[in-house]
Structures are given as structure tokens and as C-alpha cells.
């Protein structure tokens, strides 16, 4: 997700009001003024991984697709296989250029045998619009964009679910039996929500859709039954630092028009059995030689890798192997950090990055240019962070 193509105008949450009561600071995200954080960032980071974060996510974009061949059609857009997705399932999947390229990364959830909801990252609404509008051509399918009909509210820790069963006016299915990547038909205050069992953080967690209306009364009610438990009201830098932990990635960072899916280690989102998709021959070619792949990189001390710093291979003998850094120039970048930060939880430098094939191999030894000084880091598997399962 990010600021890209944002209106002139800044867009507000529903929840703007409450979250200025709260003393939120706010960022511009894609055109609206979203919180960046309440109180701090490491409080809410540490919040979500020991008790419970609440999430203004209302400035996602989503798109109803309705009608007779509204699976056929996402089988068609989309590059992965909606049609085998049972009702109340969600699944991640991909909106792939022809050239084989992401246009954004989304979550489905089927709705009902005709009726299925997209959602998609909110710098990327135009552009998702666009192309499953072009893409509808020709299929027996209904395409609205609700995004202005629908608040999003997202409840992610260990104690998240306590949380949901206490909340007053709320009314679920039973949420120990909705599985991961799972949705229910839900009620706030007598009208209808969509509760679903997914996630950005790492944790396990909740989302809810709802009247805009609506929105104001569920935070608060949300907000009132998670007191005792340690819930706090969490903005988007703790959300940043949480998915970085979990290896989750980031439109506009990890993936872009440019990368295709085996880059990014998304290689088994696209169903390559199915007849065909948008995109699906430029995947069967491949993104070339040499091209840069995603890999998780761990530091030691205390100074993060951020984005856009230049990865190199060692330096050889002008590394200082005791500081584990390294000033000399003889070398060629072999990549580039997306994203990075000092780990809240693991407590050492974590980063995402693009780097020659030749590099990525987990335990890899590298150098990222920080500041003018080179500083070692490894390769390793993502995520970096899981959490322990119940």
C-alpha cells in the first residue's frame, strides 16, 4: 500500500473523529489522513503480539462482484482458481498486468454461489477498478465498487477473540469454529456485518465490515470490552513494523508493476491449471535471468537497514570482521532493501529485500550500505516472526 495517485482532497475514515479524541497522529495514506500512532510505536507493536490492537482500516477498497458467471469472471482476472473456493471462504490472490506484472495484491471472500467481495490495497483502487472492469467484458457479471459503503475495523492479538465475544451489540457464530482465512455473517446493533478470520500482523485476529454509520458505535464497544485485557488503538507504524515481522509484503515495496509473483515468493498464488488468466503467458515465460528475488535479512547491533539502502556482496579483505562492517568501495550493488526496522519482538535489525539469485540462498552473507558504512547482514527464510498457535 501506498500514496500513489492520491486526490488533491484528503479523504477521512469514519472513525476520524474518534481517533482525534485519542490524540492520534496522522499521516497522509494513499489520500486520506490515517493514524500513524496513538501513543508509540513500540507500545502498540507490543500490544498486538502480547494482548490485543485496534485497527481503523476503512480506507481499503472493495468491490462486490455479483451474477451468474461471477466465478468464471474471477477465474478470468484474477491469477488464482476462485471458483474452487467454498462459501465463506477467503483466499489471497493476485491482479496481474498481461505483461506479468502486479497490479495489486487482494483478498476474496465468497460470499454466496453468484456473489463474491474484493478487497484491494487503497492506492491501487483506481487501477484494480479499471482493469476488473475491463476485464468483466464479455461475462455475465455485475462489477460495484462499495468502498465508500463499508468501514473496516480489524482487532488483532491473543486476546482478540475473548475481545469480539464481549463486545456488546455484537452477534457472530461461534468464533472458536471459524477457521483462518474464513468469514461469517455477523450483526452490530441489529444490522448486518461481515466477520472475518484473517490478518496483517502476524496474529491471529479479526476484521470487521460494516456500515460507515456503524463504525463509531463498534470501536467504542470494541474498545470498552478489551480494557481489562490490554487493548489499545493501533496506527499504521505499528501495522508496518507487525507485517514486516511476519514477512508479509507491502505494496509499493515488495511488489510493484514490475515484479512478477516467483519474484516476490508468491510463485504459488497463480493456478498455472487453469486454461488461462490475465498474465498467465508472460508467467509461463518467466521474469529472465538473473532477475532479483525476494529474501528476508537479518543484522546484528542496533542500526536497521531501511528502504531503499544498496545491498552488496562482502568486501573481502576490507571487511573488519570484529565490528562486522566494511568502508570499501571495490564492490557492485547486488540488491536493495524494501523495507526494514529494528524488530520490536526479536529485538536485532530484520529486513525485506531484492537481490540477485546468486545471494539468496538462506545464511548468505551480505553487506548493507547504511549510512556510508557497510554493515554485515544475513540472508534467511521469512518470516521472521510466527507466532505460537493455540
Known amino acids: 500500500m ?28 494513499a489520500g486520506w489522513q490515517m493514524p500513524v500512532r496513538y501513543s508509540s510505536d513500540l507500545a502498540e507493536h507490543h500490544a498486538v ?16 462482484v455479483t451474477g451468474a458467471e461471477a466465478a468464471a469472471f474471477l477465474d478470468h482476472a484474477l491469477a ?3 471458483s474452487a473456493t467454498s462459501i465463506g471462504q477467503a483466499k489471497y490472490s493476485l491482479l496481474l498486468a498481461p505483461e506479468g506484472g502486479i497490479i495489486d495484491d487482494v483478498v476474496v471472500y465468497r460470499r454466496g454461489d453468484e456473489h463474491f467481495l474484493v478487497v484491494a490495497n487503497a492506492s491501487n483502487r483506481a487501477p484494480v477498478a479499471a482493469a476488473l472492469t475491463e476485464r468483466a467484458d464479455g461475462f455475465d457479471v455485475t462489477l460495484d465498487d462499495v468502498s465508500d459503503d463499508l468501514a473496516l475495523v480489524a482487532v488483532q492479538g491473543p486476546a482478540a477473540r475473548g475481545i469480539l465475544e464481549r463486545t456488546d451489540g455484537f452477534e457472530a457464530p461461534d468464533l472458536a469454529d471459524l477457521g483462518y482465512y474464513r468469514s461469517a455473517d455477523a ?11 484473517t490478518g496483517y500482523t502476524g496474529e491471529d485476529g479479526f476484521e470487521i465490515y460494516l456500515a460507515p454509520e456503524r463504525a463509531t458505535d463498534f470501536w467504542n464497544a470494541v474498545s470498552a470490552a478489551g480494557a481489562g485485557d490490554g487493548l489499545v488503538p493501533a496506527g499504521l507504524a505499528s501495522r508496518d513494523t507487525l507485517r514486516l515481522e511476519a514477512g508479509m509484503p507491502l505494496y509499493g515495496h515488495e511488489l510493484w508493476l514490475e515484479t512478477q ?16 488468466f490475465v498474465g498467465r503467458d508472460a508467467l509461463e515465460r518467466g521474469p529472465g535471468a538473473g532477475a532479483p528475488v525476494l529474501v528476508g535479512l537479518v543484522g546484528e ?13 562482502p568486501v573481502g579483505e576490507a571487511a ?4 562486522g562492517e566494511s568502508t570499501g568501495e571495490d564492490a557492485a550493488p547486488i540488491g536493495l532493501v524494501t523495507s526494514g526496522a529494528l524488530s520490536p519482538t526479536l529485538g536485532h535489525p530484520i529486513a525485506m529485500a531484492y537481490v540477485d539469485p546468486a545471494y539468496a540462498e538462506p545464511g548468505t552473507e551480505l553487506t548493507v550500505d547504511i549510512r556510508g558504512t557497510r554493515l554485515a547482514y544475513r540472508t534467511t527464510a521469512l518470516p521472521f516472526y510466527r507466532r505460537k498457535k493455540d
Not at 503480539?49 to 462486490?64: I, N, V
Open 2 to 29: 501506498t500514496d500513489v495517485d492520491s486526490p488533491s482532497a484528503p479523504r477521512y475514515s469514519p472513525l476520524h473523529a474518534v481517533h482525534e479524541a485519542a490524540g492520534a497522529s496522522f499521516t497522509d495514506f
Open 49 to 64: 503480539r502480547t494482548a490485543a490492537g485496534l485497527f481503523d482500516l476503512s480506507h481499503m477498497a472493495e468491490f462486490d
Open 80 to 82: 488464482g482458481r476462485l
Open 187 to 197: 450483526v452490530f446493533q441489529g444490522e448486518p456485518a461481515l466477520l472475518a478470520r
Open 261 to 276: 509473483p516467483v519474484q516476490a515468493g508468491l510463485g504459488r498464488v497463480p493456478v498455472m491449471a487453469k486454461e488461462s
Open 301 to 313: 547491533g542496533r542500526r536497521a537497514a531501511r528502504a531503499g539502502y544498496q545491498i552488496f556482496a
Open 320 to 323: 573488519d570482521e570484529a565490528a
